[in-house]
């Protein structure tokens, strides 16, 4: 461990302080991060459309393993919802993404986009 911390506290610490660089950086260092954690980087580099590409969609595809019984049209709202984070009405969208979560009893994903929301 360097003076800096572990690789994971790196990561918490930029995204508390809102550096979507430092935060991407770290999360390659910390490996594998949990599906929340993946979540609050996918949401850090919102302005980033080259990251937030790859972490959205590799986002997407850990949430389908990780949940077998998605349907399509929840898949579909989750992608969707995805591709529409990072414009405009991003706080709207984060907002009824956190209430889906929820409701598929998955508050740790609805608590990830707190910052939006």
Do not use: C
Request: hydrophobic share 45%.
């Amino acid at each position: 461990m360097t003076s800096q911390g572990s690789a994971y506290g790196r990561f918490q610490r930029a995204l508390e302080k809102g550096n979507p660089l430092l935060a991407w950086t770290a999360a390659q260092e910390v490996g594998e991060l949990t599906l929340p954690d993946a979540l609050k980087l996918v949401v850090a580099v919102r302005e980033d459309p080259k990251l937030y590409d790859r972490a959205s969609t590799r986002w997407h595809a850990r949430w389908e393993l990780a949940n077998p019984d998605v349907a399509v049209p929840e898949s579909s709202f989750v992608l969707g919802a995805l591709a529409a984070l990072p414009g405009p009405r991003g706080a709207l969208v984060a907002e009824a993404l956190a209430a889906f979560f929820a409701r598929r009893g998955q508050p740790d994903l609805a608590d990830a986009l707190g910052r939006l929301t």
